[in-house]
């Protein structure tokens, strides 16, 4: 396991897929390195590739929202991706890109050690709670792995384009919020 430092620098040069030929910047991730919230979605987008932040573009702006609806912040927590650079067009992430870039993933969750786990979207839910998750059943149930809770929600840029799951995702964010105050010695 590599420290904070040699892991960033490891990423920001990595070569390991052919995301690294078309990327304008890697998305490393971002928030308290002893975060024990950490936000997972599948990959950057336009405006993330651009910045090098994750969840800048439309998406972002509205996870912010959300994240505000059950008093959380950025600063607060961590938020990175499966795969750290976009994908062209930003079509889902190819399995083997996801294998190229989930090293870096384990990496981060070893270092930060978080206690609840949110993925952000069908992708990040099947690379980490399980292959076959089902997002429109499953979303907002969790399971335990490790000793960290786990759970997944729509993705943001999802919910912009269906409002109509808004609700469904309004009571996953009380349960979130419910699990933080039940695990989280943190004051959210």
Known sequence: MQNWDELYQTCMACQKCPLAETRTNVVFGEGARDAEVMLIGEGPGEQEDKTGRPFVGRGGQFLDEMLAMIGLDRSKIFIGNMV??????NRDPLPAEQDACIGY???QV???RPKIIVCLGRIAAM???????????EHGQWVEKAGV??????????LLRDPRKRPETFE???SIQAMIQKVCQHTY
Do not use: G
Not at 127 to 137: A, F
């Open 84 to 89: 750290k650079c976009r994908p062209p067009k």
């Open 105 to 107: 993933l384990r990496n």
């Open 110 to 112: 070893a270092l930060i």
């Open 127 to 137: 690379k980490l709670i399980r292959s076959d998750y089902k997002i429109t059943k």
């Open 149 to 158: 809770q786990m759970t997944a929600i729509f993705h943001p840029a999802a």
């Open 172 to 174: 996953d964010l009380k």
